[in-house]
């Protein structure tokens, strides 16, 4: 499993970068956040900490998570 944020939810309050163990995260300019998925270990913080609900995780193309 991958995180995945979705640009249209994101607001760009860094909190998901803070708190992923393995750094995958990046602030894009406009201030929206991307997982980097080969630095992404699946482990769901970002999933667990997002207010607007943004990050979800995929497997193999089906989304869990706050769908």
Do not use: T
């Not at 499993?1 to 994101?10: G, N, R, S």
């Not at 998925?37 to 497997?59: S, Y």
């Amino acid at each position: 499993m991958k995180a995945y944020i979705d640009p249209e939810k994101c607001i760009g309050c860094g909190a998901c970068i803070a708190e992923c163990p393995e750094h995958a995260i990046i602030m894009l300019p406009g201030f929206r956040s991307e997982v980097q998925a080969a630095k992404c270990n699946g482990c769901g913080h970002c999933v667990e900490l997002c207010h607007r609900k943004a990050p979800v995780l995929r497997d193999e193309g089906i989304m869990l998570g706050h769908g």
